[in-house]
């Protein structure tokens, strides 16, 4: 079946830019993770949904980004005012966790939004 | 806080010869511990997983870690090397309430013909 897509692959976008990035995970898939993977670095924990709750926004950099999941399916990240420390890899994964913990519910990640600012 | 170290950024190997990629933990609490792949321009793929159950756990693709509770660690080994296995791997341990993932900074597997 069709896995966690991301859109769109690539983005180039100047210094200053708002930015949107897209997710749609695999169908009936309660969880959903933003992650953001740079150069040389291990991913990054950004923001966490699960169903109806209060998402877990702590890894989010600054307010500059947020993320918001609609109809609980299709999530959008956006970073507003991009600057050159924002180009990274972002991605999306999501997982069928039905209130067990992660070991239950392997994620499956998406293959990633390759954002550069320039 | 649990953290996870990579001890190698890069390992280099011949083909059909043993992988090891080593993986430190640090965690308040009984983890549980993963290993990711990612091959060039894919996605990440879950290679296996620890979840308190046995301590010598067996994944996709004849790769296999031992947890040992003693030592913090988690090291992934293959008995012979592929072409195919060239990728980064990442070490991943979960947080307590198992609702997020903590990542290495990836280990980059070279294999040579």
């Known amino acids: 079946g069709a896995g966690v897509s991301q859109s769109p692959s690539n983005k180039v976008t100047e210094k200053g830019k708002d930015v949107e990035l897209r997710c749609d995970p695999i169908?009936?898939?309660?969880?959903l993770y933003w992650y953001r993977q740079s150069l040389g670095q291990g991913l990054e924990f950004l923001i966490y949904?699960?169903?109806?709750?209060?998402?877990?926004k702590s890894g989010l950099p600054s307010d500059r980004f947020s993320a918001e999941r609609t109809g609980g399916s299709v999530s959008t990240l956006t970073i507003q005012r991009t600057q050159q420390e924002d180009s990274a890899v972002y991605l999306c994964?999501?997982?069928?966790?039905?209130?067990?913990?992660?070991?239950?519910?392997?994620?499956?990640f998406g293959n990633g939004t390759r954002l550069t600012v320039t | 806080a649990q953290s996870v170290t990579q001890l190698d950024s890069h390992v280099s190997v011949s083909e059909g010869t043993p992988v090891l990629l080593r993986c430190n933990y640090s965690?308040?609490?009984?983890?549980?511990l993963f290993w990711y792949v990612q091959h060039p321009n894919k996605g990440l793929q879950l290679l296996l997983k620890?979840?308190?159950?046995?301590?010598l756990v067996k994944g996709i693709n004849g790769f296999e870690a031992e947890f040992k509770k003693s030592e913090t660690s988690f090291h992934l080994t293959k008995p012979s090397a592929h072409m195919s296995d060239a990728a980064e791997y990442f070490c991943?341990?979960?947080?307590?309430?198992?609702?997020?993932?903590?990542f290495g900074a990836g280990t980059i597997l070279r294999v040579k013909s």
């Open positions: 620890y979840t308190s159950a046995a301590t």
């Open positions: 965690s308040s609490y009984s983890p549980s």
């Open positions: 169908s009936g898939h309660t969880a």
């Open positions: 991943v341990v979960s947080s307590e309430y198992g609702n997020k993932l903590v």
């Open positions: 994964a999501s997982s069928a966790r039905t209130g067990g913990a992660l070991m239950l519910s392997p994620l499956h």
């Open positions: 949904f699960q169903g109806n709750s209060a998402p877990d």
